[in-house]
């Protein structure tokens, strides 16, 4: 009797501590999205597992790596302050990383590894918080398909993303939050037929040909039919 009163007070303080961690994150959830400055990061959606059985948008935002700044060499798992800046696209680029926290805006993450003055990390936001139902409306085509783009000045062919994707984070006391997913400029919920920014299409005039994609001035996005 003793054991099954100890077992249902120590149950019941695991749902209380469980709880008030929930509700924590909630709130700071919410307060970052709120209060947190906004900047926008480059973005690629993860399209693994039982991507329609989440409740999210699982991410990945490539900025992992900055110059080490800080006074002694961190280990793995440390906790360490991230400085940035905006780049000459507008985009968050990372700086630096320090044990110390700057005076500035900052992000907090935990270190990864070590190597040769560069720290790696994980950036410490990797998902945009939707419905099942909002994630079976996104079209998946266009936000997965990579085409080969001929760069004529460089003479080399590359493969990209067909569309480009950014993510809007809220930053707020070292926190992070996405708010948005964007598809050349627009939400990704309105992304259905958009292929690139600034992309001009010459058909194909019979099945010898292929259609063009000219991307800019300088390369081309070439197609079989």
């Known amino acids: 009797m003793i054991r099954k009163k100890f077992a249902l007070i120590l149950l019941a303080l695991v749902f209380v501590i469980e709880a008030a961690a929930l509700f924590w994150i909630r709130s700071d959830f919410r307060s970052v999205m709120l209060d947190g400055a906004e900047y926008q990061v480059p973005a690629a959606i993860d399209f693994?597992?039982?991507?329609?059985?989440?409740n999210y948008l699982p991410l990945y935002i490539p900025l992992t790596e900055a110059p080490w700044k800080g006074s002694v060499?961190?280990?793995?798992?440390?906790?360490?302050?991230?400085?940035?800046?905006?780049?000459?696209?507008?985009?968050?680029?990372?700086?630096?990383?320090?044990?110390?926290?700057?005076g500035g805006m900052y992000i907090i993450t935990r270190v990864s590894s070590v190597n040769e003055g560069m720290v790696h990390f994980r950036f410490p936001a990797d998902r945009l918080y939707m419905s099942p139902e909002q994630l079976k409306k996104l079209s998946v085509v266009e936000l997965s398909e990579r085409v080969q783009v001929k760069d004529e000045k460089e003479k080399k062919t590359e493969t990209r993303m067909k569309n480009d994707l950014t993510a809007i984070i809220h930053i707020k006391d070292g926190r992070v939050a996405v708010s948005k997913v964007l598809a050349n400029g627009s939400?990704?919920?309105?992304?259905?037929?958009?292929i690139?920014?600034?992309?001009n299409v010459k058909f194909s005039r019979g099945p010898k040909d292929k259609d063009i994609y000219s991307v800019g001035r300088s390369t081309e996005i070439s197609r079989g039919q």
């Open 48 to 54: 693994r597992g039982d991507f329609y059985g989440r």
């Open 73 to 102: 060499t961190p280990e793995k798992g440390e906790e360490i302050y991230l400085s940035f800046n905006k780049n000459s696209e507008g985009l968050l680029e990372i700086t630096g990383a320090s044990n110390v926290k700057p």
């Open 187 to 194: 939400p990704i919920e309105q992304t259905f037929t958009t």
């Open 196 to 199: 690139g920014k600034n992309l």
